[in-house]
């Protein structure tokens, strides 16, 4: 238990200082953390996470989620490519896989989320993320309220959907969803992408919500902001999701590949045979 608050005392003063340096405070950190996984264990810890399965579609994605340690397992040493432990979402080629609501699938993947297990309201989320190469791919790190969307509001802490230059973040609610104006992109400096590890966060207040990449403010929304396009639907409580999936509408705006899948060109699909389709979480943190 002291590691695992020693660990997540350092998280903060990476993200606060830009600097790595040891100081042992698990009094503070104990009562200012809300959630925090650093996927050290064996295997997806069930009591923090869910599994999403293969009744669930949307955006006209081009995979089905699987509840498979094939698509969400955990790795330690070399396998975590720069991590003590990481979780790895993978996606696969499985031609043919499953037929639903009407569309044949061919790609399998993973997503979770903390729904009704971790559900905040306010404070500091944030994630340590290694992302593929590949246009078409399209992780997400994400919150949502637990009712119906958009009319309980959704935050997008960080989306890629395959140029390595840039990641995006959003809000989304009512009178601001899909399209929403309330969107921004965040270009890496040069010499750096989203193949390398970076920290995705949002501190959300009663007020506001500034997202950061490794603790630079990238973008911040107020909330007359979006009461110029809808209610505020940001003090209600929200819950995580960690997802990748691949090719469907995000991508395809942005790429327009059509064939050999929506979003999804071919070179992609040739790096999802070959394996290469994986995204590694280093840890996840909720703090007031």
Not at 117 to 138: C, D, H, I, N
Not at 157 to 176: F, K, N, Q, R, S
Not at 206 to 231: C, H, Q, S, W
Request: no cysteine; net charge negative.
């Amino acid at each position: 238990m002291k590691h695992l608050f020693l660990k997540t005392f350092l998280v903060l003063a990476i993200i606060s200082s830009g600097n790595l340096f040891a100081q042992d405070s698990p009094a503070i950190i104990e009562s200012d953390t809300i959630f925090f996984d650093d996927f050290s264990g064996s295997s997806l810890d069930r009591k923090k996470w869910n599994v999403v399965g293969t009744d669930f579609w949307v955006n006209n994605e081009q995979q089905v989620y699987v509840d498979s340690t094939a698509t969400i397992f955990n790795v330690k040493g070399d396998d975590a490519r720069g991590a003590e432990n990481a979780l790895v979402l993978k996606a696969h080629y499985s031609p043919n896989y499953i037929k639903y609501r009407g569309n044949d699938f061919d790609f399998i993947s993973g997503r979770i989320n903390t729904r009704d297990k971790v559900m905040f309201t306010y404070g500091t989320a944030m994630a340590r993320m290694k992302l593929p190469e590949g246009s078409g791919f399209w992780p997400a790190f994400w919150a949502l309220g637990g009712g119906d969307w958009p009319a309980t509001g959704e935050i997008d802490i960080m989306e890629y959907v395959g140029e390595t230059d840039w990641i995006g973040v959003a809000l989304h609610g009512p009178g601001y969803s899909g399209e929403t104006p309330l969107v921004n992109k965040y270009f890496f400096p040069e010499g750096e992408d989203v193949t390398s590890w970076h920290v995705y966060s949002v501190d959300w207040t009663p007020e506001a919500l500034n997202f950061k990449v490794d603790g630079r403010l990238i973008y911040r929304v107020t909330k007359p902001m979006v009461e110029n396009y809808g209610e505020w639907k940001f003090d209600n409580p929200k819950y995580l999701i960690l997802n990748l999936a691949l090719g469907g509408a995000y991508p395809y705006k942005t790429n327009g590949v059509e064939e050999p899948y929506n979003g999804l060109p071919e070179s992609t699909v040739e790096l999802i045979k070959q394996g290469k389709a994986e995204v590694l979480i280093d840890w996840v943190l909720i703090k007031k």
